[in-house]
Each structure stands twice: as structure tokens, then as C-alpha cells.
């Protein structure tokens, strides 16, 4: 009985924290005006091009920055990272690695569709993969730990 409320417990927390990390995600892709994230900017960007802006990144890092490339690569890899290791916590059901790619992207492609639709932020397919790859190598962490 004792092991089992510490279950609930342990549960609940996890629970707290995944939404939590969802309300703070939600701060950075939405609000934070520190990354550009005005409602309604006159020009709106978008690339639909897979490798295109991570291409163009990697590239000119010497140009944009070493924080505005490490934001936009590193960024969106690790930003979504908690996503693919909470995930199968919180959901038994979402322990299979089909699973965790699916929800990871359509998890990214969620966000990717609220800031086309917003014009807040920029729509970009790179965004897609690399949030993708950043839920995916935190499940794969998941299964290791497990």
C-alpha cells in the first residue's frame, strides 16, 4: 500500500513537471520577445525547404552569431528534448518508438501550425526536424534509463 501511494506521488509529480516544461516551452515559442515573437510582424517568414535554414545557419554562424546559431540548432534539438523522455512517463501507452517519433513531430508540427497561423515566430520545416530529433534522442534516453 505504501509503494503504491509513493507510485501516485512519484506519478503526479511527473505529471506537474511535463506541464510545467510545456508552459515554459510555450513561453519561448510564443511570447518571449528576446527571440522575435511579435504577433502580426508585417513580413512573415517561412521555409519549406528541409535543410534550408540549418544549411544557411551553420554556414553563416560567423555572420548571425554564435548565440543566434546556437539558439536556432542546439535550441530546437534540446527545447523539445523533455518532450520524447516525459512523454512515455506520463503515458504508458506511448513506450513504443513509433510513438515517440509521432507525437515528437506532431508535437513540433503543432507549434510549427499555431505560429503560421499567430504570424508569431517563423514556420520552418528545419524546426520540424530538429524538435523531432530533440523528442526522439530523449525517448531513445527514456528506453536506455528504463
Sequence with gaps: MKGEAVNK?????IVILFLVYILVLSYFLFFSERYGRNVGSEQYKYNLIPFKEIKR????????GWERFTVNIFGNVFAFAPFGFLLPIVSR???????GLLYSFEFSLFIEL???SFQVG?????DII????????CFFMFWILK
Design 122 to 126: 517563423a514556420f520552418d520545416i528545419d
Design 9 to 13: 506521488l512519484g506519478k503526479l509529480v
Design 57 to 64: 545557419f551553420i554556414e553563416y554562424r560567423h555572420i548571425i
Design 130 to 137: 530538429l524538435n523531432t530529433l530533440g523528442g526522439v534522442f
Design 93 to 99: 501507452d506511448n513506450r513504443d518508438f513509433l510513438s
Design 114 to 116: 499555431i505560429q503560421l
